[in-house]
């Protein structure tokens, strides 16, 4: 069983409540879930939130959607993902965050292949450079190396970040890197921030940018730079 696990929250700092803000009359998180579930090879896609109060809106949304959840520690995201793995009996973990409303079927069924062909236990397209564009990031990664994660990881950034004991231990995992030869790190398709909200809107509402793949998408900004500068200023701020 091959599982994409949407990781929301609605307790942002950055932008409080981003999963949730409505683009073109849909919640950020509805593109996630939309987009990965185009996903060729992946069986099941479930959002994993939180226990918190402040989250019952996502909980109520995915009944009322009929989409697949699990709720699970606010600050330990590691436990919320070995929980809801555990639960839905995943033997391949898809990460995805809901903040990536640009995340990409293409990627992931890439990225899923590539772990399988190679035998790996985590296979990603970013490790140590960033090549992709902001926002395209997609990790998978064994069902085995997330409980070995789970039981062995002690730091507080590896229990948060789900994947850095993985990272961390390239002696204990088979780690696979697929980069891009161009480098598009430049473009940001993320959600952290107010200006990738308006970005995101805008690319949305008026050019059907959730209809496009990774490719159509980067096309479409090298003709229109003037979107990319909307937040271009916050690159720096999530390398």
Known sequence: MI?????????????????MKLIAD???????????????YVDKVIVATTTSDKDNLISEWCKEKGIA?????EDDVLDR??????????????????????VDPQIIDLLILTLKVFGADYASNRIKKRTWPHGLDTEIFTYEALN????????????????????????????IEVPLEEDLSRYRLTVDYP????????????YNANKMNWREI?????????LVEINASRLDSRL
């Open 3 to 19: 599982v994409a696990i949407i990781q929301a929250r609605l307790g942002s700092t950055r932008t409080p409540g981003k999963t």
């Open 26 to 40: 849909k919640p950020l998180l509805e593109y996630s879930v939309e987009r990965a579930k185009q996903a060729r």
């Open 69 to 73: 959840s699990f709720r699970g520690s």
């Open 81 to 102: 993902y070995f929980q809801t793995a555990s639960y839905f009996k995943a033997d391949i973990i898809v990460r995805i965050t809901s903040d990536c409303p640009f």
């Open 148 to 175: 070995n994660a789970w039981k062995d990881a002690r730091e507080e950034r590896e229990r948060e970040h789900v994947t850095p004991y993985i990272i961390g231990h390239p002696e204990l995992f088979k780690l």
């Open 195 to 206: 200006e990738d909200l308006e970005f995101t809107r805008i690319i949305v509402e008026k």
């Open 218 to 226: 980067i096309d479409f900004l090298k003709k229109y730079p003037e």
